[in-house]
């Protein structure tokens, strides 16, 4: 059942004014590419020292070392081609501060709490398990970009525990966008557009793509509770019908993960992780 | 440019027998989901406690708190179906440890080692920011699912520096393929003969999807290592034909960013992260 759509977003998502240059196959060698032109093959003699090989083959006789890469020809590449790739650079390189921020959920083995990154990840991971829980038709490519997207506002805006209260989530939503607003416009302009809309799209849930994103996103938190005694739910006390409001997320993703996740919620009453009832006196 | 092969991978890598079911569309209730068959629909008036409500409506009378949940229809599913969902959630809840396995890169602000969980993570981010430069017609879709689970095996083999002797990495591959013989079997059967699959195309690099994903996977420690003072070629005193002969597997996968690459080097040389020659009256 192949879907065209499937490879939709990430096509769209990587167009940026390169994909001219990027038809060259493989291995072939476009004599624009900086660098590139000249290629190297270098299977050092045995007798040789590592490196020396090289300085004396691209720069033979007396040019002093390194030489060979510091005057190379200068990059052919055009300046916007050139601006375009290293704008996606920059954006990657800022992704990474995504490593850093920590969510209330601890790893399976309690040890450390989980950070964002390495938690998009394991949601990637469970698009690609999981997906054929999806309704038919569902762009699971879609949804593992989304999912590998859908965090990075979290490098300015940080990660609100998801039962916080309702103050805090609108300010936090206030926050978020600002952080949209500046990090995806790192990126070269067809792609920072592109990039946006699939962020936006994961946040407004209206399609089954955003809708089995966000399931998964409910799900692995619970996953992560019940490997830790309870996890998040214990050491904040959540109440069971903020927790069912989650599961309820999960059943529009997924119905069949909605049932595995009201069954697991029934196990962690059981094992005490959850309280049944709140208790009408406490509090 | 739709290509229909773009969602192929995910979908195989999805098959489970699960498709008839996951083709009720999201929100409709199968009656043979365990527990979705009677919605909840829980917006608690305001003047009863958390919890109080739900238990309320569905164990009327004097059932005690947590009985709704307990005493729920046992799950129609068949037992196989039953089986197969619990083996992807055994297989995604096995995955979490690769989130302690410390890589030899350190994040961007060198205050930590990068972990294989969020390295997978840049990685998929970089596929769908880079995957314009790869060649016209690549599978971004099952580029993304490669780097996903290429790093699995070190939940069991540990990770290899990239510049260790040839012995250790004979060592290595022996580990690793023990290590995906095991992890990916905890998938069910025909889950995981595709994700072993995957893993195989990548250790292969004889498809374009896989020499783009190995571009990507050598790429990103170089740009962790630019952005860290030389990071590991600093700590490893890394000779520069090692380094180039990771330029060249990224130069495979694609020109540019095999170009790109080489610039980098050459920067790398010029700020003395890199040696370039070798002094042979040394060691």
Chains 1, 2 share one sequence.
Do not use: C
Request: zero cysteines; aromatic letters at 4%.
């Amino acid at each position: 059942m192949p879907n065209e759509a499937g490879a939709g977003l990430p096509r769209r998502l990587m167009a940026s004014g390169h994909r001219g240059r990027a038809r060259a196959a493989a291995g072939s060698r476009d004599p624009g590419e900086m660098g590139a032109d000249e290629p190297l093959q270098h299977e050092p003699p045995e007798d040789v020292p590592p490196g020396q090989e090289l300085a004396e083959r691209e720069a033979p006789g007396h040019e002093p070392p390194g030489h060979a890469y510091r005057e190379r020809k200068p990059p052919q590449r055009e300046p916007r081609e050139r601006e375009s790739l290293e704008r996606q650079i920059r954006f990657v390189i800022e992704a990474d501060r995504l490593k850093k921020i920590a969510r209330q959920s601890r790893i399976t083995d309690g040890t450390r709490r989980e950070n964002s990154a390495e938690h998009s990840w394991h949601l990637a991971l469970m698009a690609l398990t999981l997906g054929g829980h999806a309704p038919a038709g569902t762009d699971l490519g879609r949804v593992m970009a989304m999912v590998v997207v859908h965090d990075l506002v979290e490098i300015d805006a940080g990660d609100l525990f998801v039962y916080a209260d309702s103050a805090a989530h609108a300010r936090q939503e206030v926050a978020e966008r600002a952080a949209a607003d500046r990090i995806f416009a790192l990126l070269p302009e067809p792609q920072a557009v592109a990039a946006r809309a699939l962020w936006d799209e994961f946040e407004e849930r209206r399609t089954p793509e955003a809708r089995f994103a966000r399931a998964l996103d409910r799900l692995q938190p619970m996953l992560l509770n019940m490997q830790t005694g309870g996890g998040t739910w214990v050491a904040h006390d959540v109440p069971l019908d903020q927790v069912l409001s989650k599961v309820e997320l999960i059943e529009e993703g997924s119905a069949t993960l909605g049932g595995y996740a009201r069954e697991m919620i029934a196990q962690a009453v059981d094992r005490g992780f959850l309280r049944a009832v709140a208790d009408p006196r406490a509090g």
